[in-house]
T-cell receptor, first 115, second 113 residues
């Protein structure tokens, strides 16, 4: 158990819909990362937050947004869903950021299926 | 650019043999590398890491080798066990890109009893 909690574990929805994925980092970790994992793309970095502020953006679509709240949990919002958004979405956390970023601790993931 | 890839997408070994999983990277600005193991239905788990000022690091049954000259990283698993069956990812941290971690596509290791 990594200490990172993600909900829901599975989600099935229809195209055009909007979903919210939730992540609670390990106790004491200030950085939260979101990754998308699909069969043909591997683990793709989406976005990083540190202590409530956005720190880095990766291949995140404009239809997707995220935020980190004062209690450090984070949510990833996916809207106008398309079939191609079906994937595993992982949240990870680490103690620090930047040069202090070391090991990332990953949650079990949220599997999104868009029908 | 940022490109982390694996030479072999699949690797099948016999229980007790040693396994070597390879990873090529192209970003000379990467200063830190991590190997992760992902079992079916689970999130990636940290195995071992290495900084760019080192060329070898050993853990329990695992060794990571870093060759910066040819931008190559390898993970060696000694006495491979069925529980080692998983997908293995290498990841690199790019200090020039706000220390972002970039993952390779992964290698599936299958250990035959």
């Amino acid at each position: 158990d990594s200490g990172v909690t993600q909900t829901p574990k599975h989600l099935i929805t229809a195209t055009g819909q909007r979903v919210t994925l939730r992540c609670s980092p390990r106790s004491g970790d200030l950085s939260v990362y979101w990754y998308q994992q699909s069969l043909d793309q591997g683990l793709q970095f989406l976005i990083q937050y540190y202590n409530g502020e956005e720190r880095a953006k990766g291949n995140i679509l404009e239809r997707f947004s995220a935020q980190q709240f004062p209690d450090l949990h984070s949510e990833l919002n996916l809207s106008s869903l398309e079939l191609g958004d079906s994937a595993l979405y992982f949240c990870a956390s680490s103690v620090g950021e930047g040069a202090q970023t070391g090991e990332l601790f990953f949650g079990e993931g949220s599997r999104l299926t868009v029908l | 650019g940022e490109s982390v890839g694996l030479h072999l997408p699949t690797l099948s070994v016999q229980e007790g043999d040693n396994s070597i999983i390879n990873c090529a990277y192209s970003n000379s600005a990467s200063d830190y590398f991590i190997w992760y193991k992902q079992e079916s239905g689970k999130g990636p788990q940290f195995i071992i890491d290495i900084r760019s000022n080192m060329d070898k690091r050993q853990g329990q049954r695992v060794t990571v080798l870093l060759n910066k000259t040819v931008k190559h990283l390898s993970l060696q698993i000694a006495a491979t066990q069925p529980g080692d069956s998983a997908v293995y990812f290498c990841a690199e941290r790019d200090w020039g890109s706000n220390y972002k971690l970039t993952f390779g596509k992964g290698t599936l290791l299958t250990v035959n009893p």
